[in-house]
């Protein structure tokens, strides 16, 4: 798996991701994504701030995310606490394919958008994410995310949560 910068001419294809996201939360019974956001106009601008990722398996897209490296206004006023207040990444629009449900590709995802924030030597990343959506919110409590209060989007609450990475490290000891 490949976690990369997407490209104008994937605009399709992450569209067709993203709508089959917004399809399964609607499904779920979730809130999350049934007011006309995210659309392809979010993707060309996600694409216009160079944001926008994708997660390839042999060139197939299989998850898109909007990866930000800048202050996220909303995070300013939250209800809450953060962990820190050090530079940090901001993760938004997480979706994957229906073709790989099931087999941890959001989880895989995460994991990857940690690597891209240490080798920025970026050691934070945010994230929020809608009370009802149960498979994020399950992401979020596996890979140690921290629930740190709440924050205000499009006038509605969400839950926002924070991760410190720690420097990994590959060398061997003896």
Known sequence: MNLRKATLSEIPAIWEILQQAIARRKQDGSQQWQDGYPNEQTIHADLSNDCAYVLTDKDQIIAYAAIIFDVEPAYTDIQGKWLTNEEYVVIHRVATSN?????????????????????????SIKVDTNFDNIPMLKILDKLDYVYCGEVFFRGAARKAFEKVLQIRSNTIKN
Do not use: P, R
């Not at 990857?112 to 970026?122: H, N, P």
């Open 99 to 123: 073709e790989v449900l099931g087999k941890g590709i959001a989880t895989q995802l995460f994991k990857l958008i940690e690597d891209v924030a240490l080798d920025s030597k970026v050691y």
